[in-house]
């Protein structure tokens, strides 16, 4: 596999990075190669930052993005789509203190706990189809002191 990467920083406050990576995990089995199952082959993530110096504040955006994953025989597709994940942090300085808030999985991709779903027309979907990469959304609540 491959990683690429960059970061960006501007006068005004404003920062970002990029980061790709590439990757194929296969093995060899009973004289053939299979793809690993479960391994994303590509992953990406965006990161913007602002800060307001003026506020003592930082905000930042954080996408992710997950390629797809070669499934286990037996499901209705043989791999799984491609996630998105969002994660917003907001940071705070006061004096020698820094009061942060960060929600991580923003829109709340969730896996259930069955393998099929019922849907209302009454047929089943296979759940590969909406497995992401992140079970639930986190909210965290951080303040920590520095001299």
């Given at each position: 596999g491959f990683n690429l990467s960059s970061k960006v920083v501007y006068l005004t406050g404003l920062s970002g990075a990029v980061d790709f990576n590439y990757s194929r995990v296969r093995y060899l089995q009973a004289g053939n190669w299979f793809e690993e199952h479960m391994v994303n082959r590509w992953t990406g993530a965006v990161r913007v930052n602002k800060q307001f110096s003026a506020a003592k504040t930082?905000?930042?955006?954080?996408?992710?993005?997950?390629?797809?994953?070669?499934?286990?025989?037996g499901r209705s597709i043989s791999e799984s789509p491609i996630w998105q994940i969002y994660n917003l942090s907001v940071k705070k300085n006061f004096q020698n203190w820094q009061l942060g808030f960060d929600?991580?999985?923003?829109f709340d991709w969730t896996q259930p706990?069955?393998?099929?779903?019922?849907?209302?027309?009454g047929g089943l979907i296979d759940s590969a189809l909406i497995y992401g990469p992140l079970i639930g959304r986190r909210f965290r609540l951080s303040l920590s002191f520095g001299l």
């Open positions: 930082t905000v930042s955006l954080h996408w992710k993005i997950f390629g797809p994953q070669e499934l286990p025989a929600i991580e999985n923003l706990d069955s393998p099929f779903i019922n849907q209302n027309e």
